[in-house]
């Protein structure tokens, strides 16, 4: 009960908490006695303290009618519960990500973990490639589970391609510049639309891109996983992505950001931003997280003048720039000076 008590109170928005606001957060208890011996517990250890001005009631036992939540305790708690699995669960689950995310992500993992811990531990690790829905019932007993939400956790718990899967998505559309194709360090572009991909193909073999990927908007995230089985060149792969500058455009990157790595080629987005913005798409939903993930990327007034478009209802479609800029900024650009 106590645990289940932690994890709502990390996800409790404010920092004090009323006795009632306690009752509606805490798993079913029988009687008031066992609900204050709980909150009495997280006072002992410093997780609830009262708020004095607030007072006690007059029950017995006594609890405060509102406390102050200590969230630094809980991730404190929160870490060692981590740590504890890290003990527990196979050495190649690694659990490093968790450190970094809200504990309610870890919370909704947390079963297919142990699942995926049992497996590797009854059976090792696979040594042929099967389809993601057949290597999904094996793991956790649910054949979409890859597909919809698994994909995410075993690159979280970078296990992905040991776990050898072929993913259930479209092929990756890409051009490919042989004359790049034998570097050890071989860059990438990633285009959202179809247009800007026809636009920038003749250049390819002019620049030093190993590849020109078409992301068909949405479906990159998914088509992404492909790449290392259809490009099978060893080599330091550097990805960047070319998108429209609005909610939907740095959503898609996001997405694909939590699958590859992969940097906003700013060049074409610093070029997009000297032109005159559009305006509609008011049906966008903003992702906070994105945009700011997004937007650390760029210097400081880029990164607020990109915040204030928005703010206007404003944005910018990829087709702003036309074939010869596209063209002239993928070549002349300085793309090692993007790679950190």
Not at 296 to 311: C, V
């Amino acid at each position: 009960m106590r645990k289940a008590l932690e994890r709502n109170l990390v996800q409790f928005k404010r920092k004090t908490i009323t006795i009632d606001e306690l009752e509606e957060i805490s798993p079913m208890t029988s009687s008031y006695e066992q609900f204050a011996e709980l909150i009495l517990q997280l006072e002992s250890d410093n997780i609830l303290e009262m708020v004095k001005a607030k007072g006690r009631n007059q029950r017995n036992p006594s609890i405060a009618y509102r406390y102050r939540i200590n969230k630094h305790q809980l991730k404190r708690t929160f870490y060692q519960l981590l740590q504890t699995y890290r003990l527990k669960f196979h050495d190649a689950i690694d659990l490093d990500a968790y450190f970094k995310l809200d504990h309610a992500t870890w919370i909704e993992d947390l079963p297919y973990l142990e699942k995926i811990n049992a497996y590797i531990q009854q059976h090792g690790f696979p040594t042929e490639k099967v389809p993601a829905p057949e290597r999904s019932f094996e793991l956790v007993a649910d054949e979409k589970w890859i597909e919809q939400k698994g994909s995410e956790v075993l690159h979280r718990i970078n296990l992905w391609d040991a776990m050898k899967i072929f993913p259930v998505s479209d092929p990756l559309m890409f051009a490919i510049n042989p004359t790049s194709i034998t570097q050890d360090h071989q860059l990438h572009l990633i285009v959202e639309n179809k247009t800007t991909y026809q636009a920038l193909l003749p250049a390819l073999t002019d620049t030093t891109f190993a590849t020109l990927i078409y992301g068909s908007g949405n479906k990159i995230p998914k088509s992404i996983e492909n790449f290392q089985d259809q490009y099978p060149v060893k080599a330091d792969h550097t990805f960047f992505y070319f998108g429209d500058i609005d909610q939907a455009g740095i959503t898609i990157w996001h997405s694909l950001m939590k699958r590859k790595e992969t940097i906003p080629a700013l060049s074409f987005y610093q070029v997009c931003l000297e032109k005159k913005p559009a305006y509609g798409k008011t049906n966008q939903r903003p992702n906070e997280q994105a945009l700011t993930t997004f937007l650390s990327f760029f210097p400081q007034a880029t990164a607020q003048t990109i915040r204030d478009l928005f703010a206007n209802g404003a944005y910018y479609p990829q087709e702003v720039l036309k074939t010869e800029e596209l063209q002239r900024i993928w070549v002349e650009a300085d793309w090692q000076n993007f790679i950190s």
